[in-house]
């Protein structure tokens, strides 16, 4: 993306001292800002499978007689609540439980009587070839009808399948459209994703304050994509005023999230103590964590850690295992590996054969 590119963050170099009490500081990812993909519409997770009874249960089960009152509070078939609540989403309930094909059916009842959300599910389902063989015209089809009555969520779904030609031609104008209005009606995602164009200059002119607007409206309501983003935006100063605590408080709830790059920076300034108080412990435990996810900024920062015996023990077989795996991810680091060089052959067979397993996938 050409906009992001101009967004580079300025990186400070990595100091890191051989003195044992030498003050190590861990400098933050250069290069443009790592900004997510476009965001879309979330997939329904594969439902888990139902414990299996203990025996006590199965005999008491058996021991029922034919006249005995069901259970008032057991849902029926399905895995939805009783249709005597009114307040109760029996679609949605189905859909939840993974009963695909009955909300299918009980999805198409109630989108006959104009049912927004109905018909928001009728594309989900056929989108995601749940219940029903996968058709993305008939997707755009309910979503199109769906947006028109007013779903937010319909015309966020609606715009990325315009975005990304499924179920008709691109067309990003469209698209557009539909962001911008479920961007209006509250659509976290729709905002981060309208952002986006705004970055892009390639839909609307580039306008890198509307940008930080819309990040804002996506941050607020919690999206860490858009509050990761959003951070960097107060790092650099770009649409916003500049403020090194504003992003930091922002890499923090990220971060909090889930949010595996957030985690990063954000540990990052917590051990350089940059616009929070530093705090290498908890530094490092976010170092860990963003590393077992497979970021190599993460473990090469990591490996760094280790090899100073600041904020954590220090460990050199350790260190280097996570500089391997970095290196391997293509975040090389010619001081790690002069250190490499330095080891006996023994450790070094040993860091190598570690970095192994964890790419194998044994960790």
Avoid: C
């Avoid at 963050?9 to 990595?14: E, F, N, R, Y």
């Avoid at 530093?278 to 920062?301: G, W």
């Amino acid at each position: 993306m050409k906009a992001l590119r101009a967004f580079a963050i300025v990186a400070a170099s990595l100091l890191l001292a051989t003195g044992a009490a030498a003050q190590v500081s861990l400098s933050p990812p250069s290069g443009p800002n790592p900004f997510p993909k476009p965001l879309e519409p979330e997939k329904p997770k594969p439902r888990p499978p139902a414990p299996a009874k203990a025996p006590a249960t199965e005999a008491k089960d058996k021991a029922k007689k034919p006249g005995d009152k069901p259970d008032a509070k057991a849902a029926p078939e399905g895995g939805a609540a009783t249709a005597e609540d009114p307040n109760v989403d029996l679609v949605y309930g189905a859909y939840q439980r993974g009963f695909y094909k009955t909300a299918f059916e009980l999805a198409q009842k109630r989108a006959a009587d104009n049912d927004a959300k109905a018909m928001t599910m009728l594309g989900e389902l056929y989108a995601n070839a749940l219940g029903v063989k996968r058709d993305y015209k008939k997707a755009a089809e309910w979503y199109s009808r769906a947006a028109d009555l007013g779903d937010r969520e319909a015309m966020f779904a609606l715009a990325m399948a315009r975005m990304g030609g499924r179920g008709g031609p691109p067309n990003r104008e469209e698209a557009a459209k539909w962001l911008a209005q479920a961007a209006k009606l509250g659509e976290p995602k729709a905002a981060y994703n309208l952002a986006l164009l705004y970055l892009d200059g390639q839909t609307f002119p580039q306008d890198v304050k509307r940008a930080a607007e819309l990040l804002r409206m996506a941050a607020d309501a919690g999206n860490p994509e858009a509050q990761y983003a959003l951070a960097t935006f107060y790092k650099e100063g770009t649409g916003v005023t500049k403020s090194i605590e504003q992003s930091v408080r922002l890499l923090q709830a990220a971060a909090l999230a889930g949010n595996v790059p957030a985690q990063v920076e954000y540990a990052i300034a917590l051990y350089n103590g940059t616009g929070t108080p530093k705090n290498e412990p908890a530094a490092v435990a976010l170092l860990r964590k963003a590393a077992r996810a497979n970021n190599p900024i993460a473990q090469n920062r990591l490996a760094h850690v280790l090899v100073s015996g600041q904020g954590a023990p220090r460990d050199i077989n350790e260190a280097m295992k996570w500089h391997l795996i970095a290196k391997t991810a293509g975040k090389g680091d010619l001081q790690l590996d002069q250190t490499l060089a330095q080891m006996s052959a023994e450790d070094r067979a040993k860091a190598e054969e570690a970095a192994r397993t964890w790419i194998g996938g044994g960790k």
